[in-house]
């Protein structure tokens, strides 16, 4: 059964078809699960292009152990899924409950658990774990180019990513991982830039975020810089 999403506005348009609500699992080197419906925001609740980053995040943690994770706007809950199918305590940062809700029906499908569910600004966040002199192995974040909080608190990707670039280089661990997406004008080598004037890294890669189709044709959907730090 195949449906087309035709959008009508910036955030919402209408599916051809309506589809009843189905599951997916990743076979990559761990397996996920995922529980899929159309949206009426085109979403169907995974995110394939970020299965790179999932492997990322198997090959950085499974060697480590008490290894802690961050992860930012954290939506599906894909990279919590990751971080947690190799023993590191998550913690995943969310401003809606309804898809807090959808990501723990991810993590039972993955049959995993003791996945900390945080409903708060990612942003406000991050500054309480900074206070509270928290420390991480990997932070991983995914800001969309605007967004709100869970009290309404506004997120603007342009005039705040430095601030929570700032924020986050103050809980990384020696040696730990960092993985930054962008979906919105901002280049991968820029994106690179900005999180190398507050991160002293030990190496770091960028490039785009591709989702690649069945006949190989590559999409581009954002701009992504990964890396270990000093
Ligand atoms: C681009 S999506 C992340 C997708 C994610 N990488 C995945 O694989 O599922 C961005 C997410 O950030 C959330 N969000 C937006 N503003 C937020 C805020 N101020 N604090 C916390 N989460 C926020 C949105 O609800 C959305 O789920």
Redesign the pocket.
Known sequence: MTTRFTQSSANSGKWSKQLTPWAISYGGSHKLGFNLSISQFKHIG??PE?SS?WEYIFSALQRKRNSKAL?????????SLAAKAVQSDITH????SQ?ISK?KENMESSGLKDVRWMK??????VQKEVKRGKKYDLI?M???S?????KG???KLESQLDELIKGVSQLLNKKAYIIV?T?SGISPEQLKERLENHISFGSVECGNLIVEATSGAEFSTGSLVRGQVK
């Open positions: 995974v995110f970020q980053n992860n930012l706007f954290a939506y599906t809950g894909g990279a940062v969310e401003a809606f898809l990501a708060e600004d990612a942003l406000r966040y991983i995914d800001p969309p605007w967004g709100r909080g869970p608190e506004k997120w997406n979906y």
